[in-house]
Protein backbone atom coordinates (compact mmCIF):
# COMPACT_ATOMS: atom_id res chain seq x y z
CA UNK A 1 0.00 0.00 0.00
CA UNK A 2 1.17 3.74 -0.92
CA UNK A 3 0.96 6.34 1.29
CA UNK A 4 1.57 9.80 1.19
CA UNK A 5 2.56 12.04 3.91
CA UNK A 6 2.18 15.72 3.82
CA UNK A 7 3.95 18.38 5.83
CA UNK A 8 4.93 21.90 6.13
CA UNK A 9 1.02 23.66 5.62
CA UNK A 10 0.85 26.95 8.95
CA UNK A 11 -0.30 30.30 9.08
CA UNK A 12 1.38 32.52 7.34
CA UNK A 13 0.68 36.79 6.68
CA UNK A 14 0.40 37.94 3.15
CA UNK A 15 4.03 37.95 1.12
CA UNK A 16 5.30 35.22 3.30
CA UNK A 17 6.91 31.86 2.14
CA UNK A 18 5.89 28.53 2.95
CA UNK A 19 7.72 25.15 1.96
CA UNK A 20 5.03 22.08 1.81
CA UNK A 21 6.88 18.38 1.79
CA UNK A 22 5.12 15.15 0.43
CA UNK A 23 7.00 11.52 1.31
CA UNK A 24 5.65 8.50 -0.50
CA UNK A 25 5.97 5.12 1.28
CA UNK A 26 5.14 1.70 0.53
CA UNK A 27 7.26 -0.65 -2.04
CA UNK A 28 7.86 2.03 -4.74
CA UNK A 29 9.97 1.23 -7.56
CA UNK A 30 8.88 4.29 -9.63
CA UNK A 31 6.55 7.34 -9.41
CA UNK A 32 5.70 8.88 -12.77
CA UNK A 33 3.84 12.25 -12.06
CA UNK A 34 3.83 14.23 -8.69
CA UNK A 35 1.86 17.06 -8.18
CA UNK A 36 -0.33 19.37 -5.62
CA UNK A 37 -3.85 20.03 -5.96
CA UNK A 38 -5.48 22.57 -3.96
CA UNK A 39 -9.15 23.06 -2.25
CA UNK A 40 -10.78 26.20 -1.17
CA UNK A 41 -13.75 26.13 0.95
CA UNK A 42 -17.02 26.35 -1.92
CA UNK A 43 -14.56 25.59 -4.73
CA UNK A 44 -13.52 22.41 -6.84
CA UNK A 45 -10.18 20.90 -6.42
CA UNK A 46 -6.97 22.34 -8.64
CA UNK A 47 -4.12 21.75 -9.80
CA UNK A 48 -1.12 23.99 -8.08
CA UNK A 49 1.39 22.55 -9.88
CA UNK A 50 3.27 19.13 -11.37
CA UNK A 51 6.12 17.70 -12.25
CA UNK A 52 7.19 14.50 -13.83
CA UNK A 53 10.16 12.24 -12.87
CA UNK A 54 12.38 13.62 -15.63
CA UNK A 55 11.70 16.94 -13.84
CA UNK A 56 9.42 18.81 -16.20
CA UNK A 57 6.69 21.22 -14.73
CA UNK A 58 3.91 22.86 -15.05
CA UNK A 59 2.00 25.49 -12.89
CA UNK A 60 -1.51 26.89 -12.72
CA UNK A 61 -1.66 30.77 -13.77
CA UNK A 62 -2.31 31.85 -10.90
CA UNK A 63 0.54 31.07 -9.12
CA UNK A 64 3.28 30.98 -12.05
CA UNK A 65 6.84 33.14 -10.54
CA UNK A 66 5.63 32.36 -6.92
CA UNK A 67 5.45 28.55 -6.88
CA UNK A 68 8.51 26.45 -7.11
CA UNK A 69 7.94 22.55 -7.64
CA UNK A 70 10.58 20.21 -7.33
CA UNK A 71 11.07 16.77 -6.31
CA UNK A 72 13.56 13.98 -4.99
CA UNK A 73 13.46 10.70 -6.47
CA UNK A 74 15.38 8.97 -4.84
CA UNK A 75 13.50 9.73 -1.61
CA UNK A 76 10.17 9.33 -3.73
CA UNK A 77 9.63 12.85 -2.31
CA UNK A 78 7.88 16.38 -3.90
CA UNK A 79 8.52 19.69 -2.67
CA UNK A 80 6.03 22.86 -3.10
CA UNK A 81 8.36 26.36 -2.01
CA UNK A 82 5.71 29.07 -1.86
CA UNK A 83 6.55 32.43 -1.98
CA UNK A 84 4.64 35.73 -1.82
CA UNK A 85 2.04 34.07 -0.42
CA UNK A 86 -1.89 35.98 -1.09
CA UNK A 87 -5.04 35.55 0.69
CA UNK A 88 -6.58 33.63 -1.97
CA UNK A 89 -3.79 31.50 -1.78
CA UNK A 90 -5.71 29.92 1.17
CA UNK A 91 -6.69 26.48 0.82
CA UNK A 92 -5.93 22.63 1.77
CA UNK A 93 -2.92 21.81 -0.33
CA UNK A 94 -3.32 18.14 -1.24
CA UNK A 95 -0.22 16.09 -2.55
CA UNK A 96 -0.83 13.78 -6.02
CA UNK A 97 1.09 10.63 -6.78
CA UNK A 98 0.84 9.14 -10.52
CA UNK A 99 1.73 6.28 -12.15
CA UNK A 100 3.40 4.49 -9.63
CA UNK A 101 5.23 1.24 -9.81
CA UNK A 102 3.69 1.99 -13.67
CA UNK A 103 0.18 1.28 -12.91
CA UNK A 104 -2.89 3.68 -13.75
CA UNK A 105 -3.30 4.71 -10.64
CA UNK A 106 -3.57 7.92 -8.20
CA UNK A 107 -2.37 8.17 -4.87
CA UNK A 108 -3.50 11.21 -2.16
CA UNK A 109 -2.62 12.63 0.69
CA UNK A 110 -4.59 13.87 3.62
CA UNK A 111 -4.22 17.18 2.84
CA UNK A 112 -2.67 20.09 5.08
CA UNK A 113 -3.88 23.28 5.68
CA UNK A 114 -2.15 26.83 4.02
CA UNK A 115 -4.08 29.96 5.38
CA UNK A 116 -3.14 33.36 4.55
CA UNK A 117 -3.66 36.49 6.20
CA UNK A 118 -4.25 39.54 4.60
Known amino acids: QVQLVESGGGLVQAGGSLRLSCAASGIILSINDMGWYRQAPGKQRELVAGITRRGSTNYADSVKGRFTISRDNAKNTVYLQMNSLKPEDTAVYYC????????????WGQGTQVTVSS
Open 96 to 107: NAHGVNWGANDY
